[in-house]
């Protein structure tokens, strides 16, 4: 066997003006070596294992880019041996059998062979796998792809046929592509019974993108959609390729009665509470307005879904106005008599302050009630709890009263969400004097009931503008201090939701973008462009600890560079945005495209990211009336900022 050169791994590195001049002999070289061994293992099948065979094509390929799709050039090395067409190279059954990574070897040199020596090649390995016949073989202008992807399809090398595909008609322009090979390849993707189809759906997005390219218009079957769908749904911890997949799925054309829709409505629902749960709400946006008119009237749509759109619309302002016009479209008959949209739709009027619906949700639940809503629901402690945040919003004392006399009444005490509704009110008035009864109040509070409490007043606190601080006879610092350890004592393993909540505030206390940094802990070391560096830090440092490990206090970590928040599927979206308008405010571009990147990472695609960001920023994006997903994507193209689309493309 042929070893690489002594030395030729331990030599001294040159200086860093000669490596450019070097790089090319030192490829040179390296190619020779690896193609050297690899036509001895070629020769010498026999005494190789298959793992050993495997990874002298790989150190072969990583050198010769001889199974990239984007390279077109014949390597320089030559004559390799086991491209030369003689009987010395056989097609090696049992290698054949065993080796994916063989089969594809052999399937890209005989592609990349002159027509001549392709033929040879072709006749001496893959004539017993294949319908060519010996004339036809002498043809040398016969077109070797279908044979080849062919024979991928027989070893459900899926990956190779499209890379070979892909390959093969961008280098021939010219020819007209085989739409029988594009199907069989879709229906050997669709029919694969591989435990994990990861690979197999990121090809078949490389495939559909090709394609798309190429204006090549391909239409799935219904089989193939449903069967990609299902594969689909089921990767885990991939939004982005399982957003890609399902685009594809969601063009094949339905009718009213048929499965594909009953596929594509379960796709964009499974689309929608994903990104629910990661605070996506450009990506919700999107989902439902592509899946709204499979049916006739919302009345149809599964009512879970529903209540997931109206409660992270609600939290989030830039999509109020979506909100309400969801809202606006639900019979009264069923969000009255529905216990998660009731209370859900009175949060909405609670959070936009809207006594015009209020009235009208109290008018509708008088009208249209129902025996078991009466008995059950407005009984429940989850519409009491929503209810006392209505009354308390509009200033109804007497409803506060009765209210807490009905929760006493059904339920015996108080839940962490009516003690956190009581605080978040007595907060709102921004007096002194109601701050202390705030404190007072989450004191006295035991337990993990306490926390949604704690979390709330952490979070007022920090968004003190510096007079409001001076005039509190109070030590913010401690205050917060004590309200974290308390929760820390309760909570040891940090798994409640206000750690999660917490990171977006610490993040959020340090921008300037909104003039909101925190004055009473933000260290004067840090000026406005390190902040953004610090921003980044912290997230990059949080990024693979466990909510064990994070910093209890971050407000007062001795060594800010080695605080650590965490991070979780609900905050990570939340808290990219923050320092990417950071980042943007004061233009760091660098930056703002990693925050962009990282939004990608975490299953937000350039659509999603871009109408969010201009969400945001645009009232004619925020305020559009177009109910379509195609009216939303024109829109934005119309009226989105040009300076986010430009920067997007550098990402």
């Known amino acids: 066997m042929i070893r690489p050169l002594k030395g030729l ?63 077109f050039e014949t390597p320089s090395v030559q004559p ?37 020596l392709r033929g040879k090649l072709f006749a001496n390995n893959l004539i017993h ?56 390849m879709i ?22 993108n090709f394609l798309n390219e190429k204006s090549i218009e391909h239409t799935l079957s219904e089989h193939q959609a449903l069967q990609i769908s299902n594969k689909a749904m089921s990767l885990d911890n991939n939004p982005l390729l399982t957003k890609k997949v399902l685009s594809y799925v969601l063009d094949v054309a339905y009718n009213k009665s048929n499965t594909v829709r009953t596929a594509q409505v ?28 499979h049916y006739t009237t919302i009345s149809k749509h599964d009512t879970r879904i529903l209540y997931k759109i109206i409660k992270l619309f609600t939290k989030q302002k830039a999509y109020r106005q979506r909100c309400a016009e969801l809202i606006s479209s639900i019979e009264p008959q069923l969000y009255v008599n529905n216990a998660l949209l009731l209370p859900s739709i009175i949060n909405f009027a ?42 308390l919003t509009f200033e109804d004392s007497i409803g ?46 035991e337990g993990l009931k306490g926390i949604p409490s704690i979390t709330t007043i952490i979070n007022h606190l920090t968004l003190l503008k510096t007079h409001e601080v001076e005039k509190l006879n109070l030590n913010v610092g401690a205050t917060i201090h004590n309200l974290l350890l308390k929760a820390h004592n309760n909570d040891p393993a940090h798994k409640t939701k206000l750690w999660d909540i917490l990171a977006s ?83 760091r571009s660098d930056v703002f495209l990693w925050c962009m990147n990282e939004m990608t990472k975490n299953g937000m695609s350039e659509e999603e990211i871009e109408l969010d960001w201009n969400n945001m920023e645009k009232h004619q994006i925020r305020r559009f009336k177009n109910k379509t997903k195609n009216g939303i994507t024109k829109n934005l193209q119309k009226h989105g900022l040009k300076s986010f689309k430009t920067l997007l493309r550098k990402k």
């Open 187 to 208: 229906q050997c993707i669709a029919e694969s019974s591989q435990i994990e189809p990861h690979y197999h759906l990121l090809k078949f997005t490389q495939l559909m």
């Open 9 to 71: 791994t331990t030599q001294r590195a040159a200086p860093a003006y000669l490596r450019v001049c070097m790089l090319h002999t030192e490829r040179e070289t390296q190619l020779k070596i690896t193609t050297s061994e690899l036509n001895y293992c070629i020769l010498n099948q026999k005494t190789y294992s298959t793992s050993q065979l495997d990874r002298k094509i790989k150190e072969y390929w990583k050198v010769s880019k001889a199974n990239s799709t984007t390279n």
């Open 266 to 293: 379960e796709a964009l629902y499974s689309l929608i509470s994903s990104d629910y749960k990661s605070n996506n709400a450009a990506g919700v946006l999107l989902h439902w307005t592509a899946v709204r008119d």
């Open 400 to 445: 506060v009263e009765r209210i807490l006399t009905e929760i006493r009444k059904e339920h015996n005490s108080l839940t962490s969400a009516d003690y956190q509704v009581i605080v978040s009110h007595l907060l709102k008035s921004r007096k002194p004097q109601d701050l202390l009864k705030a404190l007072t109040l989450s004191n006295k509070i």
């Open 505 to 587: 505030i610490f993040v959020r206390s340090l921008t300037t973008y909104k003039h909101n940094t925190t004055p009473w802990w933000t260290n004067e070391i840090y000026d406005k462009t390190t902040k953004v560096d610090f921003l980044k830090l912290c997230y990059e440092t949080s990024k693979n600890k466990t909510p064990m490990d994070i910093t209890v206090n971050p407000f007062v970590s001795p060594n800010p560079k080695d605080t650590v928040i965490k991070l979780s599927a609900t905050n990570i979206i939340v808290i990219l945005r923050t320092i990417a308008r950071e980042a943007n405010h004061h233009r």
């Open 350 to 391: 609670s959070a936009t302050k809207s006594y015009s619906l209020a009235t009208k949700i109290m008018s509708n639940i008088t009208t249209y009630s129902n025996f078991n809503t009466q008995k059950q629901i407005l009984k429940s402690r989850f519409f009491l709890s929503t209810l006392l945040r209505l009354h």
């Open 129 to 184: 796998s294949s319908p060519l016949s010996p004339s036809d073989l002498k043809n040398t202008d016969i077109d070797i792809l279908p044979f080849l992807i062919h024979n991928c399809i027989t070893y459900e090398d899926i990956p190779n046929a499209i890379d070979l595909f892909i390959w093969y008609n961008t280098k021939t322009p010219g020819k007209e592509l085989h739409r029988t090979l594009i199907n069989a």
């Open 80 to 116: 390799r041996i086991f491209l030369t067409g003689t009987d010395l190279f056989k097609y090696d059954n049992k290698q054949n059998k065993v080796s994916a990574v063989y089969r594809c070897f052999v399937r890209w040199e005989i592609i990349r062979a002159q027509p001549p």
